[in-house]
């Protein structure tokens, strides 16, 4: 194990997986790369940031970005062409999730605090789009 200097601690298992000690655990490399994304510019794990994106064929590209530290953030770029078509960012990240369901892979975000009743879905398959919305709150 070692300390970063910014005081997240990684432990290192023998497969290299880095653990961050935050209420949020992101997904690690190889469960994007299972899930067709490569690795982005901004990937920094030694500063705590893990970027991934995935190109299309009509000169889309997606990125997801995790930030870590005492409010986890998710930062989520869907850029074509002509230019930046989607760009979200929200913090307090709880947890996150791989579904399918009718022909789409998506990446599912639920927050605390503050963006509790908030709902985040990042669909990649087929095509990539954004769902952000506010669920029902119980009386």
């Not at 005081?7 to 067709?36: A, K, S, V």
């Amino acid at each position: 194990m070692r300390l970063h200097k910014r005081r997240w601690l990684f432990p290192e298992n023998t497969l290299g997986e880095m653990r961050f000690l935050t209420p949020f655990q992101p997904p690690d490399e190889l469960e994007m790369f299972d899930h067709g994304f490569g690795l982005a510019a901004e990937h920094d794990p030694e500063e705590a940031v893990l970027s991934f994106c995935r190109s299309y064929e009509d000169f889309r590209l997606l990125t997801v970005t995790f930030k870590m530290g005492y409010s986890s953030s998710v930062h989520v770029l869907i850029t074509e062409k002509e230019g930046t078509t989607s760009n979200l960012s929200v913090e307090e990240v709880a947890t996150w999730g791989f579904q399918s369901w009718e022909g789409e892979s998506i990446l599912r975000f639920s927050f605390s605090n503050t963006f509790e009743h908030f709902d985040l879905r990042l669909h990649y398959e087929p095509a990539p789009r954004v769902y952000f919305c506010a669920l029902p709150q119980s009386a």
